[in-house]
């Protein structure tokens, strides 16, 4: 009769690392038991055949003792297992392993166990007891073991190696039909497609399996243009991208990346020649790598600046000197804001001959070899001194011949409002006009009363006009106009 036990404190794992860390010198393992109190005993059970066995198969020992009066035997199988055996019977054993067995922790394929057993005789209160123990060692089955998924491209070599244990021959299926004895084969994939790779080991105590995903994708190819093999600063290269079977690009400008789009574009921020790489991938797999035999440069851009002064010339209104601040620049272009441009000064001296804000532009250039330039444009609003003036003439001839003497026409710039009234020398107010076109008089008296009807007789008239200037400054002018006929 057999019982067995299963002590609680003990687990699989932690037994077989406290027995492999003694390195077989497991006596203290063992109750001893030498009492003779009934007379000398002796016990012993041996492995039925060898004393080496594979994992989960059946360990069977036979009891050779030769005290052939034992009431019980006690058996550790040094497991955790424990057999109390009351007759002279063999007694099996099965050496299995949890399912958290760290079987590849360690690179021994074996593990090793000393059985313990003590055979007891008794004689009234004495007893007889005598202990002893043999050694077993207990091969382990393999374990497969693949990485994650994984990704290849077509016509790319792939080496595959798994991270098992204890494996002595292997059988890996690639999943696109064909298959490898080699522990660390290579295979080569010949169209797209997601494959399920096996890996089947095996030793003389069992086999196991494993899988793993491979997805097998067409590989890219990298190819641009560079349309603009020169550049500015602060400007894209016009790249055109001529890659294949790619969805991921990384783009280097003398190795510093610049973009990952499919069309790049970025601002050259140092001048320079450099080469421009391009990486493509697709899927983060599949990479190629080319780049271009002419090189990028880039040219510094100028830079366009300029201030401006008015009013310095206390004889002269309206005139305005711009100083030019531009750097990096060897010639310049100029658009005052009145129509007037100017590309020969650097510093331009300008008389305004009308009132108003002006934007002015400047544009400054840089100019490189092979008749290649960069520039720059700044654009500033400028209000020069105020223009403001008024007069009238002091004679008509209406009947002349000549177009320009036939009327009397005021004149003036830099007026918002005005009123100018003519009267004859009885008192009556022959003409008036109210009416500017930019800040100028808009109409003329042509010697007739309102401008109707026929000539007034020749003599002196006179005016008075109400000016009120775009300054504001307001001012009254008279003086007379003589119609000569």
């Not at 602060?234 to 969805?247: D, E, M, Q």
Request: with cysteine; glycine share 8%; aromatic share 12%.
């Amino acid at each position: 009769m057999v019982s067995r036990i299963t002590i609680g404190a003990y687990f699989l794992g932690w037994t077989v690392m406290i027995l492999l860390a003694a390195s077989m010198k497991l006596s203290g393992q063992c109750t001893l038991c030498n009492q003779e109190e009934c007379g000398k005993v002796s016990v012993t059970y041996s492995p039925n055949g060898s004393n080496v066995f594979c994992e989960g198969s059946t360990v069977t020992l036979t009891n050779k003792s030769t005290t052939r009066d034992f009431e019980v035997f006690y058996i550790d199988w040094g497991d955790g297992w424990k057999d109390t055996v009351r007759d002279y019977n063999a007694i099996t054993h099965v050496y299995n392993f949890p399912s958290t067995f760290k079987r590849c922790d360690n690179f021994s394929t074996s593990r090793n166990f000393q059985v313990c057993y003590v055979g007891e005789k008794r004689c009234g209160n004495k007893k007889s007891c005598h202990s002893a123990s043999t050694d077993v060692r207990v091969f382990l089955k393999p374990e497969a073991k693949l990485g994650a998924v994984s990704e290849s491209c077509i016509g790319k070599e792939v080496s595959f190696a798994q991270t098992g244990c204890h494996g002595t021959q292997y059988k890996w299926e690639f999943g696109d039909g064909t298959t490898s004895t080699a522990e660390k084969p290579k295979h080569t994939y010949q169209t797209t497609g997601n494959y399920v790779v096996k890996l089947t080991t095996s030793n003389e105590c069992g086999e196991a399996a494993g899988n793993v995903g491979m997805r097998v994708l067409t590989q890219s190819f990298a190819a641009f243009d560079l349309l603009t093999p020169v550049v500015c600063t602060g400007k894209s290269p016009l790249i055109v991208n001529k890659s294949r079977n790619a969805n991921q690009f990384i783009w280097k400008i003398g190795g510093i990346q610049v973009s990952d789009k499919f069309t790049p574009t970025f601002p050259a921020a140092v001048s320079g020649t450099f080469p421009i790489t391009l990486i493509t991938s697709q899927d983060n797999a599949c990479s190629d790598t080319t780049s271009r035999q002419t090189n990028l440069t880039i040219y510094p851009t100028p830079k366009a600046d300029f201030d401006f002064r008015t009013g310095f010339l206390g004889s002269t209104l309206g005139e305005v000197q711009f100083i030019n601040k531009s750097n990096l620049a060897n010639r310049y272009f100029w658009d005052l804001g009145d129509g007037t441009m100017d590309n020969r000064t650097t510093s331009p001296l300008h008389e305004y001959e009308r009132n108003g804000p002006k934007n002015v532009m400047l544009i400054a250039y840089a100019d490189y070899p092979n008749g290649f330039f960069c520039s720059d444009t700044l654009r500033k609003a400028c209000t020069p001194e105020w223009i403001t003036a008024f007069h009238a003439p002091n004679a008509m001839a209406p009947e002349a011949e000549p177009e320009g003497v036939r009327h009397f026409r005021p004149a003036g710039t830099g007026i918002s409002t005005f009123i100018i009234q003519v009267y004859s020398p009885w008192g009556e107010r022959v003409w008036f006009s109210d009416k500017l076109e930019k800040g100028t008089p808009a109409e003329s008296w042509n010697g007739r009363k309102n401008n109707i009807g026929d000539i007034l007789p020749q003599g002196a008239y006179f005016w008075q006009a109400s000016v009120t200037f775009e300054n504001g400054q307001k001012e009254i002018f008279t003086g007379s106009v003589t119609i000569l006929r």
